[in-house]
């Protein structure tokens, strides 16, 4: 069973979104005999789901690959192949058969197949990876955008493959906490002023710390040892919007 305490790790924040995958990704695993494999991350970019799955990946020392949007199915294969260790071989039939074995035979160990929107552009690509699913019985984590569940629905034989679909959550308050001694270590941010940050992030980890990196250099050229919301002042706040010339 993987626990926070199993999670836990320098440099990596103990975020809602952690947990979250951690709990779809132990049902995967855990699955009783006759359940589909497959389940679906999804969310807004920047809500840390590739943080959370790399990090699940090293505890699970699961097979970790982010898909890029100009990979053929071939790439995919090779790409996986290496991951795992193995030397790509052959045609495509001959590395889907040597990635339907490894996953067959690495009891537990999971695949996570992240930036999986690129897939859903090409049937043939979700059908290899349905392919994988039957072929190694293996969990497989697909991680993407907001909109992944409903581009899957075009296809039942995969979306009925679907264990589980797992909706990120935006960042929180306390989300907040466990990131500012990561990313502003040493300087004692106050409640108010991480709440601000919260509310201006559209629920966006990424843009918290963008912001808790500022206001630790600002805090470094001041020299302050904490910093609350009235100290910061009116100060900008990163919010992912182009900020307009001054005249």
């Known amino acids: 069973m993987v626990t926070q ?6 440099g990596i924040a103990q975020i809602a979104n952690l947990d979250i995958t951690a709990v779809a990704l132990q ?3 855990e699955r009783g005999p006759g359940l589909p494999g497959l389940a679906v991350l999804h969310g807004p970019a920047g809500w840390a789901k590739s943080l959370s799955c790399n990090r699940l990946a090293q505890v ?7 898909i890029r949007s ?19 071989h052959g ?13 067959a035979g690495a009891g537990d160990r999971p695949l996570i197949l992240d930036e999986f929107d690129h897939a859903t552009r090409n049937e043939s690509m979700l059908e290899l990876v349905r392919d ?5 019985q293996a969990a497989i984590l697909l991680v993407g955008e907001e909109q992944l569940p409903t581009k899957l629905k075009k296809w039942e034989r ?6 589980a679909w797992v909706p990120a959550q935006p960042v929180s308050l306390g989300d907040a906490k466990q990131l500012a001694p990561i990313y502003a270590p040493g300087l004692q941010i106050a409640d108010d002023l991480l709440a601000r940050l919260v509310t201006s992030s559209q629920g966006s980890v990424r843009r918290v710390v963008v912001n808790l990196r500022s206001i630790a250099e600002e805090a470094a050229v001041g020299g302050w040892g904490a910093v609350d919301a009235a100290l910061w002042g009116d100060r900008p706040i990163y919010t992912g919007e182009i ?3 001054r005249v």
């Open 70 to 88: 100009a990979w053929s199915r071939k790439t995919l294969l090779e790409k996986i192949l290496t991951e795992m260790g193995i030397k790509p």
């Open 91 to 103: 045609t495509i039939p001959n590395m889907l058969d040597q990635v339907c074995d490894q996953l």
């Open 243 to 245: 900020q307009k010339r």
């Open 5 to 10: 305490q199993t999670l836990a790790a320098p």
């Open 60 to 66: 699970h020392r699961g097979y970790f690959v982010q």
């Open 132 to 136: 994988m699913h039957d072929g190694g």
């Open 27 to 29: 049902r995967l695993v």
């Open 158 to 163: 995969f979306h009925s493959r679907v264990l």
